[in-house]
């Protein structure tokens, strides 16, 4: 039987404040346990949570950037459930009035654009985190509250995605926005950016939608296509057996790449939301609207197709540099002082990335600026330095942060574009090479690639390469 | 509508909180004396209010996103009836 999986995304972002939802306790990932906590956050009797108006409008920002509706009132209720990470016994969230809602985002899987409808974004504070002793019979866990109130943002998909690729993209577009608008470090290993992914099956062409089911603890983005993929086998067994897909929650097993069932929907919590009596409602007006419209940026796809039809860049060029905000500046930046996009792309796309990659570098702290690359272009256009030579000074430049002229001249790495020096090594490798010369005459046309090659590592590297070959065709005689 | 037996025993488990079948009876009835006084309220026409969840008109009030000392972990953790290493220690919560 042919089945169409259906796919909707939750997404938890923590936000990038300093402090927690409602009290001042720093939100710094991994200090000692329990020692960013007070009597808000642990829930003392009397305590009362004052909104952290960053958060409030980095939420606000994101609602805006997924072309969400914003109600010009909003609100805060509480969600009542008990678990040992929930100090209060109830997380303060939105339900009656989000934050934004019936939003969208654009997605691109291979050059195609599709939409996803957003549902709803809003507003919640983070739960503690709970550790599970490995000893065998331990019987306790362990709770640690410095999580407790962050101030985390929960993005809600339409069941809008139809295949694994679909979802790929919508995470990294997802995770890009909220990187380009700043509202999140987006750090999953952190667990600041966390997924949840609900999935059905029904047979091709009926419109009714078929048992949810949801699966947690993905803690990647690999996880989470792999559940998919995992789930939708599982569905389609099920199905193929002729009995019907169990509603319910299932937890991802990412050692044994398998889910297994959390609890059932029909013994499914009742959170008895309402308004929250602590916190008094926010009302949104066009002004401050506008002034937080005012602060997001291009945004990623935007920025893409204004990259490929400014500066003439393959999709897959763009793509590559607008991966990273901050790439994506430094290459603007250059690009202002020299008109060489693709140029530059080339040297971000490929070089940078790879001593990125190959020296652990971190890309929100390089040294080399956006004028020194700009300056070393320019220098191999005057023909100061060959092609090759200029990969040797901006290994030394991205290491050092010093200037291509500065590394040229003290490495002297300057181009030889002397031609009676050049002519001096040509002679002598001719006359160390017969073989070599006998095979071109008899038509061996490699062998001038090879010639050529000596001379270069006799000037290592140094010597101009179009003189080189032009010498050398003149001597062998062509 | 009615609140029997059943709901009160799901209202408690909800609270996590035990109830003796006296209790339950004396809820019963205590819970439907209010669903009572809520259905003379009913009858008022209330098509064109709106739902009132504050009773003051003051909105927007905020902090700045501003550190402000936490507390020192032996306060902490003074009321925790278990703890280690700095944790919290609870009766193993598997899901």
């Given amino acids: 039987m042919t089945y169409e999986v259906v796919i909707g995304l939750e997404t938890h972002a923590e936000l990038a404040t300093i402090t927690k939802l409602f009290c001042g306790c720093s939100t710094k990932f991994g200090v000692e346990p329990n020692t960013q906590v007070c009597p808000v956050c642990l829930a003392m009797p009397g305590v009362l949570p004052v909104m952290n108006k960053k958060a409030f409008e980095y939420a606000l920002k994101a609602a805006i950037a997924l072309n969400c509706k914003i109600d010009e009132f909003t609100n805060f209720d509480r969600k009542s459930y008990y678990y040992p990470d929930l100090p209060k016994n109830y997380q303060i969230s939105q339900n009656y009035h989000n934050m934004g809602i019936d939003g969208y985002m654009d997605i691109s899987v291979n050059g195609t654009i599709s939409r996803i409808r957003i549902h709803n974004v809003h507003l919640e504070e983070e739960a503690g985190k709970l550790i599970h002793p490995e000893e065998v019979g331990a019987d306790y866990s362990l709770v640690d509250f410095n999580r407790a109130g962050v101030p985390l943002l929960e993005i809600v998909s339409y069941p809008d995605m139809r295949r694994v690729d679909e979802v790929e993209s919508y995470m990294q577009t997802l995770r890009k926005i909220l990187l380009y608008t700043e509202v999140s470090d987006c750090k999953m290993q952190e667990g600041s950016l966390r997924f949840e992914a609900s999935i059905s099956l029904r047979k091709k062409g009926v419109d009714r939608l078929g048992n949810r089911v949801e699966i947690k603890n993905l803690n990647s983005m690999k996880s989470v296509l792999k559940a998919i993929e995992y789930e939708t086998m599982r569905q389609r067994d099920v199905l193929d057996r002729g009995e019907t897909v169990d509603r319910e929650t299932r937890l991802w097993d990412e050692v044994n790449e398998k889910s297994a069932r959390m609890r059932s929907k029909e013994e499914s919590q009742d959170y008895r939301y309402f308004p929250e009596p602590d916190l008094l409602p926010v009302l949104i007006d066009e002004k401050w609207l506008r002034a937080i419209k005012d602060t997001i940026p291009e945004l990623p796809l935007i920025r893409r197709q204004r990259f490929i039809e400014t500066f003439a860049l393959s999709d897959y060029d763009a793509s590559l540099l607008i991966d990273e905000k901050i790439l994506a500046d430094f290459f603007e930046e250059c690009v202002k002082i020299l008109n060489r996009p693709k140029s530059f792309c080339n040297w971000i796309t490929n070089d940078l990335l790879r001593e990125v990659k190959d020296r652990k570098l971190d890309i929100y702290h390089l040294k080399i600026k956006p004028k020194q690359l700009a300056a070393l272009v320019e220098i191999i256009e005057k023909g100061t330095i060959s092609s090759t030579i200029a990969k040797e000074v901006f290994s030394e430049m991205i290491q050092t942060g010093k200037d291509p002229k500065t590394v040229v001249e003290e490495k002297k790495l300057v181009q030889i574009s002397d031609e009676g020096l050049i002519e001096e090594i040509i002679i002598k490798i001719i006359s160390s090479n017969p073989d070599a010369i006998e095979d071109y005459k008899k038509g061996k046309k490699n062998a001038l690639t090879f010639l050529v090659g000596q001379v270069m590592k006799e000037t290592k590297g140094k010597a101009n390469p179009k003189i080189v070959n032009e010498m050398l065709m003149k001597k062998v005689g062509v | ?95």
Avoid at chain 2, 2 to 30: C, G, P, Y
Avoid at chain 2, 36 to 41: A, G
Avoid at chain 2, 61 to 68: G, I, S
Avoid at chain 2, 84 to 90: A, I, L, Y
């Fill in chain 2, 1 to 95: 509508m009615k609140i029997d037996k059943d709901q009160v025993e799901n209202i408690a488990k909800l609270s996590r909180i035990r109830l003796t079948e006296l209790e339950r009876e004396m809820f019963v009835h205590q819970l439907n004396n209010i669903l009572f006084y809520i259905e003379k309220l009913n009858k008022l026409d209330t098509e064109n209010v709106a739902p009132m969840a504050y009773t003051s008109d003051v909105s927007n009030v905020f902090r700045e996103d501003k550190l402000k000392p936490s507390i020192p972990l032996q306060d902490v953790l003074i009321n925790a009836p278990a703890t280690k290493s700095g944790f919290f220690k609870v009766p193993k919560v598997i899901e």
